[in-house]
């Protein structure tokens, strides 16, 4: 209906750390990101800066995360300008860290006067990078990630009033991005325009799976995904989606990569996970699309993650998303006379092909 047609996103995580001087958002590392991102295909970026929780009992959110904030916001609507310069339109996912390494979506301040801190904390850190969206002109900002303990309780009830005020200060489209696991009874969506998933769904129960089973694990997925777009009737859009280079990632695609030991490279198995994943939703009108978690504001910066993890850069799983990206979707629309001819276009994701001939 925006005319946007279906949301064909990347991820671009931050290198913000000072040890990486000149590789973060806004650099010339990062254009670079942004140009692989438009050569795969890509129409969207997703930009994650980050707020510091110190640990689960949630006492607040710290705006300064690995450099000042001033330098982090300067930053960041350098990197959004980088991304309209090259014809990308932008989600902007304000995400918390936690230092103790408890999941975020745990967090609990305990009584009702130490939820009362946590909201007004939060308030703050999500209205100051929602003021940041609208100055850069971010099409689509994220009210959250992953705040389990908070919207799919009674005390979602205090998140409705921080949705009205971001409304207030930012134009654009909002979203959630809810847990794959917690979505259902997630309560906010009411107050949104999307619904957003962190997509981590396994395909398969067991190891070894066929590419035929991890399929049917995809065609499961997206039939739930849409029973809970026309529950809310809105459209769905898939914050996050992707799978570590492993064998059986799609076993428990969430397990992160820094934590693993023994693992054994697998590049087939990556793609054949996003291909299972992918396909059944490119016929979904009720999906407005997906971001790829991830690549990093410096391509060519190898340190962020193990060979094994969730980048997708020069390896077969690129060639699957490429391949999606330049399909037709059916959050499209209908399509204009010619407009395919000479594209790269293969209809199934996973054939590696080039199919020049629309017909064929």
């Known amino acids: 209906m925006s005319g946007w047609g279906g949301v064909r996103g990347v991820t671009i995580g931050p290198i913000e750390n000072q040890r ?17 991102a ?28 690995e450099a000042p904030f001033e330098e982090n916001r300067r930053n960041v609507l ?14 902007l996912v304000p995400h918390l860290w936690v230092e103790s390494g408890e999941w975020r979506a745990l967090i609990d301040p305990g009584d009702d006067a130490g939820w009362a801190r ?32 908070w919207v799919t309780t009674p005390r979602a009830a205090s998140f409705l009033p921080i949705i009205e005020a971001v409304r207030g200060v930012y134009p654009g489209l909002l979203t959630y991005s809810a847990n794959w696991d917690d979505v259902e009874h997630t309560l906010i969506f009411d107050a949104l325009d999307l619904i957003g998933i962190n997509a981590f769904y396994p395909l398969a129960e067991r190891e070894g799976a066929s590419f035929e089973e991890l399929l049917r694990g995809g065609r499961k997925v997206a039939a739930g995904v849409d029973d809970v777009a026309r529950a809310w009737g809105k459209p769905v859009l898939l914050t996050e989606i992707g799978y ?16 693993m030991k023994g693992v054994v490279v697998d590049q087939r198995s990556q793609a054949e996970a996003y291909a299972a994943v992918i396909a059944p939703f490119l016929d979904a009108r009720t999906c407005a699309g997906f971001f790829v978690w991830r690549l990093y504001a410096d391509p060519d910066d190898v340190s962020q993650e193990a060979e094994w993890g969730f980048s997708p ?48």
């Not at 799983?317 to 276009?345: I, Q």
């Open 20 to 36: 990486h001087p000149g590789r973060g958002y806004g650099t010339a590392a990062s254009g670079r990101a942004m140009d692989e």
């Open 38 to 65: 438009v050569a795969m295909g890509a129409t969207w970026v997703s930009l994650t800066p980050f707020g510091r929780v110190w640990d689960g009992k949630g006492t607040g959110v710290d705006l300064v995360f």
């Open 78 to 91: 350098a990197a959004i300008a980088q991304a309209h310069a090259r014809g990308l339109k932008v989600l």
């Open 118 to 149: 946590w909201a007004e904390s939060y308030r703050r850190f999500l209205l100051t990078w929602a003021a940041v969206a609208r100055e850069g002109g971010a099409e689509m900002l994220s009210v959250g990630v992953e705040l389990r303990s």
């Open 244 to 259: 570590t280079t492993r064998r059986d990632p799609a076993v428990r695609p969430w397990e992160w990569p820094d934590r």
């Open 313 to 360: 850069r020069g390896k077969l799983a690129e060639l699957v998303l490429r391949d999606a990206f330049t399909a037709r979707w059916a959050a499209d629309g209908p399509s204009l006379l010619g407009e395919a001819l000479g594209r790269h276009r293969a209809r199934t994701p996973g054939l590696f092909g080039w199919e020049l001939d629309p017909d064929e």
